[in-house]
């Protein structure tokens, strides 16, 4: 066991090794099989990341307006040296930590947070790391009371105009509003088994067709996996996964995803404040954009 780099809560688990997993290879997997990987409950996630990728990591807490949220974690450290802001959604890998995580969905007072710590960081010139890994923004009563919809809408505003680069990795499950409010990125990428989706399989079957058994169904029209993603052009790049998943080899998967890390970060660190907010309004621009020609 491995305690939480900087949690106050009890430790999530490493454990490296263990849980079925499919045997097919990632060019054969269906769209429920990622999905199904992307929830594995042994799936490594952010804090898994931080303490394999990360040096000197010191968390930050707090919206400085309601509270802390602990479903989303923020920090600065080292990467190969270079100053860094880290966010991430964190889900939990025991009971205890689930509750206290929320089940990785964050509050109001977390999307705050987070934009609290990523304004920090442009006033220093420090780029931001964003995880995603989340099933959506919680949809409870009082997250509604202090204005989810609002926090989420600001950050995707705010994250725009943001002067230092921005790269957003989805780690595991990026669920609606609720991965977007952390992914306005110059670079987006995904590990290979991670989903991105406006809405759950479930949560879609259960609309179209009135049955939610009929996910698999909804997991391939929806098109949440990572190589989808790439051909509609939502995101830059897939980010490989040791054979069998994240969840057998942490270690493995760390070193791919800081491999990628370094690249885009020293790609995009010597662009002008100008150009990285340019650029990265151009990308999501011509997002959705099915018009060719002038």
Known sequence: MQPEAGATAPPD??????GAASDATPAEKTPWQRVQNARHPKRPHTLDYVQRILTDFQEIHGDRLFGDDPAIV????????????????????DTKQKLYRNFGMPRPEGYRKALRVMQMAAKFGRPIITFLDTPGAYP????????????IARNLREMARLPVPVVSVCIGEGGSGGALGLGVGNHVYMLENAVYSVISPESCAAIIWRDSARAEDAAAALRVTAEDLVRLGLVDGVIPEPPGGAHEDYDAAAAFLKTQLVKSLTELTPLSPEEIVRKRYEKFRKMGNFFQGA
């Open 13 to 18: 688990a490493k454990v490296p090794n263990g």
């Open 74 to 93: 923020c920090g600065t450290g080292r990467l190969d040296g270079r100053h860094v802001l880290l966010i991430g959604e964190q889900k939990g890998r």
């Open 140 to 151: 409870g009563l009082d997250a509604e009371e202090r204005g989810q919809a609002e926090a």
